[in-house]
């Protein structure tokens, strides 16, 4: 089961870093979002994910969830998604002023 998520991680990594590195600005977003993707599931799975155990640490209670990755991982979330608004408006911006989606502003569409 590791190894399938070591390897989704690094799909969702090499994708991410592909898009980020192409010439246009969608495929950019995409790419953001899919290193973002990569980044959560990453936090999600270093915690060791237990499933119907209790959050607290409590007297007779040998198991028990870490509620640390989750915090990280909702955190994360909502400052993906802040980034992804920004880094919209700026292209819409920047498609605007510019005439072009392109990411160096140099080719004409």
Known sequence: MEALVA???GVLT???VYLTLRGRTFPVVLGLTFLSYAVNLFLL???RLTIGQPPIISEGIENYADPLPQ???LTAIVI???MTA???VLALKAHLEMGNDHVDGKHKS
């Open 7 to 9: 390897i989704i991680i």
């Open 45 to 47: 799975v270093m915690g």
């Open 14 to 16: 090499a994708c991410g």
């Open 86 to 88: 920004f880094v919209i």
């Open 71 to 73: 915090a990280l991982v």
């Open 80 to 82: 993906s998604f802040a």
